[in-house]
């Protein structure tokens, strides 16, 4: 009964008093003086100004309260690894069992004992556990136990990795070729400290390659280009660039499985996915995009770009012009960037016209600050090893940011010089590019028809150097589980390693990207024969 | 008018009487005195402050517009394109919000895009404006800033005229070979290389030590080495203890991106720059105090700019203080082979290769670009005892991996012991004879340096040459060096030195007769400061 006097404000006392008469029992409470003693910071709620500072106080306490509690909280525990696909398909995680049990078991020890054993990041942590998808699974059983026709004819062919063999005889002649180690490289040039964003011979040659490519229609600027080495870390760079942590970026799918770890790894920066359907031939539509950007706003997240792949990976499909440009005015009505990757700019293998964001840029007087195109030599010059990623970008902040953050990622400068004098040689680039459309398009056009004899349809598509499968028909329950089990019985049973749709973000389940450039053309029927004994089994279960 | 009337309040005391003044209207007018007068009063008149107050929070959270300044002005190398220049920072002017305003980039981002402010960078910048060359350009700036060795280049140049081709792409043609350089490969390194590096990291340490390949992760140069044990060590806003002098480029390498902070921990002169476990403790404590959380200490041996080593003592001691406090020791030892004195140098994992100690905790850095004098190769190495540290390290080195034709070119250099042992015997007299020689020369200038027996460089003490003892007498004299001697030297501030008038020479990258040269040009700077002090 006490409190009700104790914090009565110091106007409300007043009021107070104007009640008294009508309020009796009140007034002998008021009354009791002794009370007061007890009582802490009554003098100062009860004093002048007790409505002001009977709000103000509790407010100063409880935000020193916030205060102490951000500044004492213990390590924040690594946030729970993204709950990977696979979780849903029971026999999966035996996979991927013998990796894992004992960073595991070293976690759940009390992290507070001085002397225990050191502990890492949580983000170091959270990078540890949620490593494991099935792309991931499956492209280590790739590698463990690789097929080859003779060597081991029961092996694993892989038909997961977007990696090109089909031109490699051509490269590894001109190196034979081209002897210019040793003679042509100074010492100056290739062992001392070069600038850390790439030579400027390797941009003025990678320039040239790029609209060679593309077939003339663009021209790049080399003082555009910031060399990294892969395209992976250009893309993490330009995730850096253009997003603080918490930011979000807008990417259609299905789209490359990688791109979860490249733009938020460590950048902290959030992937929105925005679906698209078999329906529409998984092409992107603004009304998805602008439905995407006003829920993520309305959940507080700030959306700073959009990212898109073109030619698509994994579907193979290519943007057309009408959708670049509608593509810019979205971004620019949203006021966010545009980061094009056109890695497969070269591999295109259709009929269909290539149209790079570079292209568009060049033609209108747009807004150029928000496009960012990435690309590199993994893919259209067939040498991943090499390691050589490009950012080209119109910002002139983000070049200037991305210079200086390649001092984590710059590219061996023996590497580079021998990149230089291979792209310099036009007649064989040209060449080279010809060569492995053509190659291309035979491997695609019979790899698609063979798929179609066991009665699976391929999305038509026209860049890239795999297919996207429809395997609907054979997923034994029409669901990411369903699809996870057929991926199981391929990998496991016949023996062929490709990428399930849900490792994409895909929303329909059964799609499957299948990866043909490292096959050689006698593979194919060996493959046909592998899924055939999947696809036979699924259907007369059904 | 709802304001009460002004009372002090003993007055208010004496003349209150339980039947005061009564204008029942006021009641209406203010908020909440029902709930606050009424029972619970206590408890409701704060919770409802508070939760007013949190929503207040939140809201402020939630509508906060971007940050201002992130979107600076273009840096200064753009200058060169001042037409887009003026256009785009004009346009960065309009109000942000407005649908077609500029783009922004993260706020990360225009912090890092900033011209350069430390004085190491600048430095730098300048000298590649305007290099120094014997014959072309005379009155260029001379490089001391950059810690690069060139006094081997010629061992190494014959080495590569006679193998390159062979390395790397193999004696037996190239269709064997294409397939061992084109396609991807293990992005932490392949491990031929790592067994290679091993080989070559205990050769360098006198044998002294073995390292073992399946503990090492391959980077792109010792600087995303760093950085990536940064992320794995280190959540944001945590912390790690640096003794200074240290090499400027930590500040980019363990903070730029992963939001972890270094705390100095100053080392002095009359220590000879040698820490000590009592500072450590200190900075310890008070990093504490202030609610960061230290998770290591980051340490460089020999030592980067001073160029003395850690004695074995003192490994002991910080092993102990690490345990004791349970955090990481990051040792760098890019410097481990380019030794020029008659001490021992003692790598921490000698240490742990003795001693039963806790391991999990040790990750030590090291790179081909000092000790190989290959820094354009890109070639960093950690090796780590903690198993979460290497796996989450390896997954990361996507973003920083190794060129495979590299790879394959050092992976016979690094083999062929009979190379590596005479470079490396041939190196070591070479950088003794230059140091003795450049140190010798800023002796009669009546400067004198730190007691050093390891790196590229020497720590000289120019505080005779100050106007002030300040860190702005020292960057005055720094000024100086850089645009009267035309020397870029790195002064002790950008290495969070704190004692002012220190000075990073780099000498490896000078023939013996630019030493004179330098020597002489300092020696004019020196004369005039003389005179005026």
């Given at each position: 009964?006490?409190?009700?006097?104790?914090?009565?404000?110091?106007?409300?006392?007043?009021?107070?008093?104007?009640?008294?008469?009508?309020?009796?029992?009140?007034?002998?409470?008021?009354?009791?003086?002794?009370?007061?003693?007890?009582?802490?910071?009554?003098?100062?709620?009860?004093?002048?100004?007790?409505?002001?500072?009977?709000?103000?106080?509790?407010?100063?306490?409880?935000?020193?309260?916030?205060?102490?509690?951000?500044?004492?909280?213990?390590?924040?525990?690594?946030?729970?690894?993204?709950?990977?696909?696979?979780?849903?398909?029971?026999?999966?995680?035996?996979?991927?069992?013998?990796?894992?049990?004992?960073?595991?078991?070293?976690?759940?020890?009390?992290?507070?004992?001085?002397?225990?054993?050191?502990?890492?990041?949580?983000?170091?942590?959270?990078?540890?556990?949620?490593?494991?998808?099935?792309?991931?699974?499956?492209?280590?059983?790739?590698?463990?136990?690789?097929?080859?026709?003779?060597?081991?004819?029961?092996?694993?062919?892989?038909?997961?990795?977007?990696?090109?063999?089909?031109?490699?005889?051509?490269?590894?002649?001109?190196?034979?070729?081209?002897?210019?180690?040793?003679?042509?490289?100074?010492?100056?040039?290739?062992?001392?400290y070069?600038?850390?964003?790439?030579?400027?011979?390797?941009?003025?040659?990678?320039?040239?390659?790029?609209?060679?490519?593309?077939?003339?229609?663009?021209?790049?600027?080399?003082?555009?280009?910031?060399?990294?080495?892969?395209?992976?870390?250009?893309?993490?760079?330009?995730?850096?660039?253009?997003?603080?942590?918490?930011?979000?970026?807008?990417?259609?799918?299905?789209?490359?499985?990688?791109?979860?770890?490249?733009?938020?790894?460590?950048?902290?920066?959030?992937?929105?996915?925005?679906?698209?359907?078999?329906?529409?031939?998984?092409?992107?539509?603004?009304?998805?995009?602008?439905?995407?950007?006003?829920?993520?706003?309305?959940?507080?997240?700030?959306?700073?770009?959009?990212?898109?792949?073109?030619?698509?990976?994994?579907?193979?499909?290519?943007?057309?012009?009408?959708?670049?440009?509608?593509?810019?005015?979205?971004?620019?009505?949203?006021?966010?960037?545009?980061?094009?990757?056109?890695?497969?700019?070269?591999?295109?293998?259709?009929?269909?016209?290539?149209?790079?964001?570079?292209?568009?840029?060049?033609?209108?007087?747009?807004?150029?600050?928000?496009?960012?195109?990435?690309?590199?030599?993994?893919?259209?010059?067939?040498?991943?090893?090499?390691?050589?990623?490009?950012?080209?970008?119109?910002?002139?902040?983000?070049?200037?940011?991305?210079?200086k953050?390649?001092r984590?990622?710059?590219?061996?400068?023996?590497?580079?010089?021998?990149?230089?004098?291979?792209?310099?040689?036009?007649?064989?680039?040209?060449?080279?590019?010809?060569?492995?459309?053509?190659?291309?398009?035979?491997?695609?056009?019979?790899?698609?028809?063979?798929?179609?004899?066991?009665?699976?349809?391929?999305?038509?598509?026209?860049?890239?150097?795999?297919?996207?499968?429809?395997?609907?028909?054979?997923?034994?329950?029409?669901?990411?589980?369903?699809?996870?089990?057929?991926?199981?019985?391929?990998?496991?049973?016949?023996?062929?390693?490709?990428?399930?749709?849900?490792?994409?973000?895909?929303?329909?389940?059964?799609?499957?990207?299948?990866?043909?450039?490292?096959?050689?053309?006698?593979?194919?029927?060996?493959?046909?024969?592998?899924?055939?004994?999947?696809?036979?089994?699924?259907?007369?279960?059904? | 008018?709802?304001?009460?009337?002004?009372?002090?309040?003993?007055?208010?005391?004496?003349?209150?009487?339980?039947?005061?003044?009564?204008?029942?209207?006021?009641?209406?007018?203010?908020?909440?005195?029902?709930?606050?007068?009424?029972?619970?009063?206590?408890?409701?008149?704060?919770?409802?402050?508070?939760?007013?107050?949190?929503?207040?929070?939140?809201?402020?959270?939630?509508?906060?517009?971007?940050?201002?300044?992130?979107?600076?002005?273009?840096p200064s190398q753009?200058?060169?394109?001042?037409?887009?220049?003026?256009?785009?920072?004009?346009?960065?002017?309009?109000?942000?919000?407005?649908?077609?305003?500029?783009?922004?980039?993260?706020?990360?981002?225009?912090s890092i895009?900033k011209p350069n402010d430390s004085p190491y960078y600048i430095g730098l910048d300048r000298v590649s404006g305007d290099p120094y060359?014997?014959?072309?350009?005379?009155n260029g700036i001379i490089q001391l800033g950059l810690s690069e060795n060139?006094?081997?280049?010629?061992?190494?140049?014959?080495?590569?005229?006679?193998?390159?081709?062979?390395?790397?792409?193999?004696?037996?043609?190239?269709?064997?070979?294409?397939?061992?350089?084109?396609?991807?490969?293990?992005?932490?390194?392949?491990?031929?290389?790592?067994?290679?590096?091993?080989?070559?990291?205990?050769?360098?340490?006198?044998?002294?030590?073995?390292?073992?390949?399946?503990?090492?992760?391959?980077?792109?140069?010792?600087t995303?080495?760093l950085?990536?044990?940064?992320?794995?060590?280190?959540?944001?806003?945590?912390?790690?203890?640096v003794p200074t002098p240290y090499y400027p480029g930590f500040d980019r390498d363990m903070r730029w991106?992963?939001?972890?902070e270094l705390i100095p921990v100053h080392c002095r002169s009359t220590d000879n720059f040698i820490i000590?476990?009592?500072a450590?403790?200190?900075?310890?404590?008070?990093?504490?105090?202030?609610?960061?959380?230290?998770?290591?200490?980051l340490i460089s041996n020999p030592s980067n700019p001073v160029g003395n080593?850690?004695?074995?003592?003192?490994?002991?001691?910080?092993?102990?203080?690490?345990?004791?406090?349970?955090?990481?020791?990051?040792?760098d030892?890019i410097f481990?082979?380019s030794?020029?004195?008659?001490?021992?140098?003692?790598?921490?994992?000698?240490?742990?290769?003795?001693?039963?100690?806790?391991?999990?905790?040790?990750?030590?850095?090291?790179?081909?670009s000092k000790?190989?004098?290959?820094p354009?190769?890109?070639?960093?190495?950690?090796?780590?005892?903690?198993?979460?540290?290497?796996?989450?390290?390896?997954?990361?080195?996507?973003?920083?991996?190794?060129?495979?034709?590299?790879?394959?070119?050092?992976?016979?250099?690094?083999?062929?012991?009979?190379?590596?042992?005479?470079?490396?015997?041939?190196?070591?007299?070479?950088?003794?004879?230059m140091h003795?020689?450049f140190v010798e020369g800023l002796k009669q200038l009546g400067i004198k340096c730190a007691q050093s027996?390891a790196g590229l460089y020497c720590w000289a003490d120019m505080s005779g040459l100050i106007s002030f003892y300040s860190e702005k007498g020292e960057l005055e004299l720094w000024d100086k060096l850089l645009n009267i001697a035309k020397i870029n030297v790195t002064p002790g501030s950008a290495c969070h030195c704190i004692e002012p008038g220190w000075f990073r020479c780099c000498f490896t990258t000078l023939?013996?007769?630019d030493v004179?040269i330098v020597i002489e040009r300092i020696r004019k700077v020196a004369e005039t400061c003389k005179i005026s002090s």
């Open positions: 009964m006490t409190r009700t006097r104790l914090f009565r404000s110091r106007s409300s006392e007043e009021k107070e008093e104007e009640q008294q008469q009508q309020h009796y029992s009140k007034h002998n409470i008021t009354t009791s003086t002794g009370m007061r003693v007890i009582v802490p910071l009554q003098g100062v709620v009860q004093g002048r100004g007790g409505l002001f500072l009977g709000s103000v106080i509790p407010c100063a306490l409880f935000y020193f309260f916030q205060l102490y509690l951000k500044r004492h909280r213990s390590q924040p525990n690594p946030p729970p690894p993204q709950p990977p696909p696979e979780n849903s398909g029971g026999q999966l995680a035996e996979v991927s069992v013998s990796v894992l049990p004992r960073s595991l078991s070293r976690v759940h020890l009390p992290p507070r004992s001085p002397g225990g054993p050191a502990y890492v990041s949580g983000r170091a942590n959270s990078i540890v556990k949620g490593g494991d998808s099935p792309h991931d699974i499956g492209l280590r059983k790739a590698l463990e136990d690789p097929y080859h026709q003779s060597g081991n004819p029961d092996g694993v062919i892989q038909l997961g990795l977007a990696e090109n063999k089909l031109s490699l005889d051509l490269v590894g002649e001109w190196l034979a070729k081209n002897a210019i180690f040793g003679e042509e490289l100074s010492i100056g040039g290739i062992a001392s070069q600038p850390f964003d790439g030579l400027m011979e390797l941009k003025v040659a990678v320039a040239g390659f790029m609209s060679q490519v593309m077939k003339k229609s663009v021209f790049f600027n080399p003082s555009q280009i910031i060399l990294t080495a892969g395209a992976t870390p250009a893309i993490e760079m330009l995730s850096f660039c253009l997003a603080d942590t918490g930011n979000a970026f807008l990417v259609p799918t299905p789209y490359y499985p990688c791109f979860d770890r490249d733009v938020k790894w460590r950048t902290g920066v959030e992937i929105i996915p925005v679906p698209c359907r078999s329906a529409d031939n998984f092409s992107l539509s603004i009304t998805a995009l602008d439905r995407a950007f006003n829920q993520a706003k309305k959940r507080g997240t700030k959306v700073r770009g959009i990212i898109i792949s073109n030619p698509s990976n994994p579907v193979g499909s290519l943007l057309d012009r009408e959708t670049l440009y509608s593509l810019l005015d979205f971004a620019r009505e949203k006021n966010i960037h545009i980061v094009s990757n056109e890695l497969f700019a070269g591999s295109t293998h259709g009929n269909e016209e290539f149209v790079s964001m570079a292209e568009i840029i060049d033609l209108e007087d747009l807004d150029r600050n928000r496009v960012h195109i990435v690309y590199g030599l993994s893919k259209d010059l067939s040498l991943p090893g090499f390691r050589v990623g490009i950012i080209y970008s119109f910002n002139d902040n983000v070049l200037a940011a991305a210079k953050l390649t984590f990622s710059s590219i061996s400068a023996l590497s580079q010089r021998l990149l230089v004098f291979m792209l310099s040689d036009s007649n064989f680039i040209q060449q080279l590019i010809e060569i492995n459309r053509e190659r291309l398009r035979r491997m695609y056009i019979k790899f698609v028809a063979g798929l179609k004899q066991l009665e699976i349809e391929c999305i038509k598509s026209h860049g890239g150097f795999y297919c996207w499968a429809d395997m609907r028909g054979y997923i034994p329950s029409y669901s990411e589980k369903g699809e996870l089990e057929l991926w199981d019985k391929l990998l496991n049973i016949a023996k062929v390693n490709v990428t399930p749709g849900s490792c994409c973000h895909c929303i329909e389940p059964g799609w499957f990207r299948f990866c043909f450039t490292t096959l050689t053309e006698k593979d194919i029927p060996v493959v046909m024969d592998r899924i055939r004994k999947i696809t036979e089994t699924c259907k007369s279960h059904s | 008018m709802t304001r009460p009337r002004p009372r002090t309040p003993e007055s208010e005391s004496e003349t209150r009487n339980p039947t005061g003044g009564g204008a029942t209207a006021m009641r209406l007018i203010v908020p909440l005195q029902g709930v606050v007068q009424g029972r619970g009063g206590l408890i409701l008149g704060s919770l409802i402050p508070c939760a007013l107050f949190y929503f207040f929070q939140l809201y402020l959270k939630r509508h906060r517009s971007p940050k201002p300044g992130s979107n600076p002005t273009s753009s200058s060169s394109n001042l037409s887009d220049l003026q256009r785009s920072s004009s346009r960065s002017n309009l109000s942000s919000r407005g649908s077609i305003g500029p783009v922004q980039v993260s706020s990360r981002a225009s895009a060359d014997r014959l072309d350009n005379p060139r006094l081997c280049f010629d061992l190494i140049e014959k080495w590569l005229s006679e193998n390159t081709k062979d390395s790397v792409m193999g004696r037996d043609g190239a269709d064997l070979s294409i397939g061992g350089i084109a396609p991807y490969q293990p992005s932490d390194g392949l491990m031929e290389f790592k067994v290679a590096m091993a080989g070559f990291m205990s050769q360098v340490m006198g044998r002294a030590v073995s390292f073992d390949p399946s503990q090492m992760v391959l980077t792109a140069g010792a995303p080495a950085e990536i044990l940064c992320f794995c060590l280190a959540d944001p806003g945590n912390a790690f203890l991106r992963t939001g972890v000590s476990i009592t450590l403790d200190q900075a310890f404590n008070q990093t504490r105090k202030r609610g960061i959380k230290v998770r290591g200490i080593l850690l004695p074995r003592e003192t490994l002991y001691n910080l092993l102990d203080f690490a345990r004791e406090k349970n955090i990481h020791i990051v040792s030892e481990a082979g030794m020029y004195g008659s001490e021992e140098f003692v790598s921490m994992a000698e240490i742990l290769d003795m001693e039963d100690i806790d391991k999990n905790r040790i990750h030590i850095v090291y790179g081909l000790d190989l004098a290959l354009g190769f890109r070639v960093g190495v950690i090796y780590s005892f903690n198993e979460s540290v290497l796996v989450a390290a390896k997954k990361l080195t996507r973003f920083s991996s190794i060129s495979a034709p590299t790879q394959r070119l050092l992976i016979s250099m690094v083999s062929d012991t009979r190379f590596i042992q005479e470079y490396i015997e041939t190196n070591k007299k070479r950088i003794r004879e003795d020689l027996c023939s013996q007769e004179v």
